[in-house]
């Protein structure tokens, strides 16, 4: 593949297709951060662990939504921790990888996201993902040439949704009115 005919997915959604049992993949939504000709790398979005954010970050209570999941963002570096929010102050700081949510890009952004009591509460939002999703090489472009994942635009509304378990249904749902719409090759019209 040339460098002219590489598309980035970056901002893209990877939704895991029904036959994918890979466990660190099944029914998951990945949001795509990095996609370049050398690897890719993205954040699964609807995994919660067993591990409260108050408990990840030492025990302490003293931080906003200390009951809250950690997300599993997949199984590249499991100690690695993210944040994606919303709080839109912090902007100019942290990079926007879909329109109004942010990936905190420094210790500073991190800290006010998960310690500075909430001003609004119901509006700003987090979500703490440890580890992430990554590939290498033309690995990713296999695995949805193989059928493993579908792409669509990521919608910011579902990156963090309170319910995380309903994500793959409505990235499906979503799919599969996106193919109905597409002119598609049948190779037996009648099954039209």
Request: glycine share 10%.
């Amino acid at each position: 593949m040339s460098e002219h005919d590489f598309r980035s997915l970056q901002g893209c959604f990877l939704t895991a297709s029904e036959h994918l049992r890979d466990p660190n993949f099944y029914r998951s939504v990945v949001l795509m951060l990095e996609h370049s000709a050398e690897g890719a790398m993205g954040l699964v979005i609807n995994r919660p662990s067993a591990t409260s954010i108050g408990k990840a970050l030492g025990g302490s209570d003293n931080v906003n939504d200390a009951g809250a999941p950690v997300f599993i963002g997949g199984p590249v570096e499991p100690t690695s921790l993210f944040i994606l929010h919303n709080c839109a102050r912090l902007a100019a700081s942290d990079r926007e990888v879909s329109p109004g949510i942010f990936l905190a890009g420094s210790e500073h952004s991190f800290e006010t996201v998960v310690r500075t009591p909430l001003q609004e509460p119901g509006q700003q939002r987090f979500r703490l993902i440890s580890g992430y999703s990554g590939w290498g090489p033309q690995q990713l472009e296999g695995e949805i040439a193989r059928g493993d994942w579908h792409l669509q635009p990521a919608d910011s509304t579902l990156i963090l949704e309170d319910n995380p378990y309903g994500i793959w249904e409505v990235c499906r749902r979503r799919l599969r009115r996106m193919h109905r719409l597409l002119q598609t090759d049948v190779r037996n019209p009648e099954w039209n």
